[in-house]
């Protein structure tokens, strides 16, 4: 688990390093591109830098989760508890005996399952939120571009000799909602692609956990074999040939 846990946080450390090297090298491309309409995609922008902190904070928040299933698997079985997501298997394990039974190792394992979906889904509502801002920049766009065209060419006299001229300045329009289309939809696709990747690295993490917590609950499972069924049975049967004989009488 240690090595799947800091892979996973170093990963997001160097994606996102990347990231600001690629932003700082092409600053001025990347501010050419947020000036074509400033509203629509600063909103991105503050999207993708909200995800890419939640992220971080998702990940920092598996670290108490991470300390205690490692004291817990070490034998310190008294450590303190994790906050959040594994704090009710904690209370289990500890009011419980060493070996659990298998229906109460599916729940334990559901339940975390359950914890760490539920955790995720604010990285995956900022995901969509980002592609649909994309789209909705992309079909704001068309509709300032049909438009303009529309005006362009109801405004357009071709008897007048500077009708070229009129044309020229009328597809300032037209054109900026080109720009608008193609730059929102570049910066939403980019945007929910980096937050889905570094919310890929924390489901990363959480999986590493969950294996780890799965395996070593699974090696103190309880499981009734066939051997102790054979002993058991002819005990009930001779209990309910009993019971039967009582009534009967």
């Known amino acids: ?68 299933a490692r004291a817990y698997f070490m034998g310190r079985k008294n450590a303190a508890l994790p906050p959040r997501l594994l704090r009710s298997v904690a209370l289990i394990l500890r009011a419980r005996p060493i070996r659990i039974s298998a229906t109460t190792l599916n729940g334990m394992l559901d339940m975390i399952l359950t914890r760490f979906e539920d955790s995720r889904e604010s990285v995956r509502y900022i995901t969509n939120t980002l592609i649909f801002l994309g789209l909705l920049g992309t079909f704001w766009g068309l509709i300032v571009t049909v438009g303009g065209f529309a005006d362009l060419i109801g405004s357009l006299n071709f008897d007048d000799a500077s009708v070229m001229q009129t044309m020229q300045s009328g597809l300032t329009r037209p054109l900026s909602g080109m720009a608008t289309a193609f730059t929102s939809s570049l910066m939403g696709l980019a945007g929910s692609l980096t937050v889905g990747f570094l919310g890929l690295q924390v489901q990363l993490a959480q999986n590493a956990i969950f294996r780890e917590v799965e395996d070593y609950l699974s090696a103190h499972t309880s499981v009734a074999t066939t051997d102790t069924v054979s002993t058991i049975l002819p005990q009930i049967n001779d209990n309910l040939r009993e019971i039967k004989q009582t009534f009967t009488e």
């Open 1 to 68: 688990m240690t090595n799947q846990f800091h892979r996973a946080l170093n990963r997001m450390a160097l994606f996102t390093a990347l990231l600001v090297a690629g932003l700082i090298l092409f600053y001025e491309p990347f501010l050419r591109v947020a000036a074509a309409n400033v509203f629509l995609n600063g909103i991105i922008i503050g999207t993708t830098i909200f995800g890419i902190g939640l992220c971080f904070v998702e990940m920092f928040k598996l670290l108490p989760e991470y300390k205690w």
